[in-house]
């Protein structure tokens, strides 16, 4: 691990080289950290140079002075550890705030982009007041006051039941977000609208979503594979963090359209 400057903030990052192989940028979601991608490690760092890092006052990353971030702020973080790392272009998945981030970039840093894989996120998520109430809610109660409806929305009940341990890894890592950091990325979140900048990706892009994701349903991902040129949508049984509710079905799916090509936009099931 190493801290690496990026703005007003300390990230924490996980550089793992592989002289040769292309570089993969894995971006976390709101209120967990890197190790959210611990089912992904061994797989992935087996074909490519993975790099995986703590957002802005999520983990062991500071919150900075901001008390609201943007998605320029956030995706130039991003782009600071790529440079920090030492790398000019890499592929870029990201999970629900991860994956805005990642079409963030994609929009409008083109030239850093292999190809893009968009994961349980969405271009829009209104409305506004709802927003403000999460944040308003963790600023003054901290974040054990969301953890657990939004374990509910993120896992479906089966996969609670049978994983409990997994689902308890999860709420830790969402009890120890900053209450500062989860709440500028809620800003980020609710301030945004990348639903027609989208339409200028030319990365290859697949976008994954759940079937019973109700944070960012099928109907987001349906969104966005629509109006990026030629995107290829997947459709996982899984919830919010398909990850982990589906690690076998989502590390295959990532590694095959990283590795070669999703002939046509499929649903694995």
């Not at 993120?154 to 969402?174: C, G, Y």
Request: some cysteine; overall charge negative; glycine content about 6%.
């Amino acid at each position: 691990m190493k801290q690496v400057s990026s703005q007003d903030v300390q990230l924490r990052v996980e550089h793992t080289p592989r002289p040769g192989a292309p570089a993969l940028l894995l971006i976390n979601s709101l209120g967990t950290s890197l190790e959210m991608w611990d089912e992904q490690l061994e797989p992935l760092s087996e074909r490519f140079e993975l790099i995986r890092f703590d957002a802005r006052g999520h983990g062991k990353s500071t919150s900075g002075a901001q008390p609201e971030a943007t998605m320029d702020m956030l995706a130039t973080d991003a782009l600071n550890v790529l440079e920090a790392c030492g790398v000019a272009r890499a592929h870029l998945c990201g999970i629900s705030l991860g994956g805005m981030i990642a079409m963030h970039i994609a929009t409008k840093w083109p030239d850093k982009v292999l190809k893009a894989a968009l994961c349980n996120t969405s271009s829009h998520m209104p409305p506004r007041d709802a927003w403000d109430a999460r944040i308003k809610t963790v600023l003054s109660e901290g974040p054990a006051a969301l953890a657990e409806g939004t374990l509910g929305r993120w896992f479906t009940p089966p996969f609670r039941e049978a994983h409990p341990d997994k689902v308890e890894r999860i709420r830790n890592l969402i009890l120890e977000t900053s209450p500062q950091g989860y709440a500028a990325c809620c800003a980020a979140i609710r301030d945004m609208d990348q639903r027609e900048s989208i339409r200028d990706i030319t990365a290859k892009t697949l976008v994954i979503g759940g079937t019973a994701d109700t944070s960012t349903p099928p109907a987001h991902a349906e969104l966005i594979a629509s109006r990026i040129p030629e995107a290829k949508l997947v459709l996982l049984e899984a919830a919010h963090l398909s990850n982990i509710e589906r690690a076998a079905e989502f590390n295959a799916t990532l590694i095959e359209f990283l590795q070669g090509e999703l002939t046509q936009p499929a649903t694995a099931t």
